[in-house]
């Protein structure tokens, strides 16, 4: 009798029972997974929005953030955040989170002290990953006010000094143009020059990730130069129409 009960029983030793054990754990586990996932989403989209509106701020050098209410911050800041016309002039303004579709040229306005400044993101490669930043331009459109550049993966001590402020520093007050036409900013090492450019010292030993940074720039920047030409001064009046106006005189004095 206890022999036809054991057979009647569930055979946990089988590997039915250990396949049918194993299905349930995981459904389990990926539910409670799922649920967690959920419950932390917006709290990490957050932290997400929080980390980029830190960058943003980063840029700008008068801006401490030390101890700061940054979400606060950048909005006593940043008044605009749009995308550009093929113009090159200011167009619609976009959420925060708006998600860039392929051609968009996206551009932050902000105020620091009473003085307008257009900061741009970048994206480009280092060495070992993906580089990224922002840099901040004067109202002049020209004159570069600040940067700041990011990283996933460049070697510590070498390439990852991008992200340092003594290699950063180094672009404020330079030019994105030279003589009314882009020209981006070189990065080059110690003694030598580039011909028709403004430029920065490259990194010792992260001379990779330091092009990195150089092409990031130039091919980010290159498609705003509609928008540095907003910037650039009229001409001055021809020197035809001041001698016709000289001859003018002289013949009036003439007839005098």
């Known amino acids: 009798m206890a022999e036809n009960e054991q ?6 030793n089988s590997n039915v029972y250990i396949i049918i054990y194993t299905i349930v754990i995981v459904a389990i586990v990926a539910l409670l997974l799922s649920i967690t996932s959920g419950v932390l989403k917006e709290r990490q989209d957050k932290n997400i929005e929080l980390d980029k509106k830190k960058q943003i701020l980063s840029s700008m050098p008068a801006i401490n953030l030390v101890g700061a209410d940054a979400s606060a911050l950048y909005d006593q800041t940043i008044q605009q955040y749009c995308l550009l016309n093929e113009d090159g002039t200011l167009g619609e303004t976009i959420d925060f989170n708006y998600e860039l579709k392929e051609g968009d040229l996206p551009i932050y306005v902000a105020n620091i002290e009473g003085e307008t400044k257009y900061i741009i993101p970048l994206n480009g490669a280092g060495l ?10 004067n109202e002049d459109k020209n004159t570069v006010y600040g940067v700041y550049f990011s990283h996933a993966g460049e070697t510590p001590g070498l390439g990852a000094k991008i992200a340092d402020k003594k290699f950063q520093t180094q672009f404020e007050g330079k030019h994105v143009m030279n003589e009314g036409i882009f020209a981006s900013i070189a990065v080059m090492k110690k003694g030598q020059t580039a011909e028709g450019q403004d430029q920065v010292d490259a990194i010792s030993g992260g001379t990779i990730t330091s092009k990195g940074v150089e092409t990031m720039l130039k091919d980010c920047l290159s498609q ?7 910037g650039v001064a009229p001409a001055e009046e021809p020197v035809e129409e001041a001698v016709v106006e000289e001859e003018e005189t002289i013949n009036e004095e003439e007839t005098l």
């Open 7 to 12: 057979k009647k029983g569930f055979n946990k």
């Open 128 to 137: 070992w990953g993906a580089i990224w930043g922002y840099i901040a331009l």
């Open 224 to 230: 705003y130069s509609n928008f540095f030409n907003q």
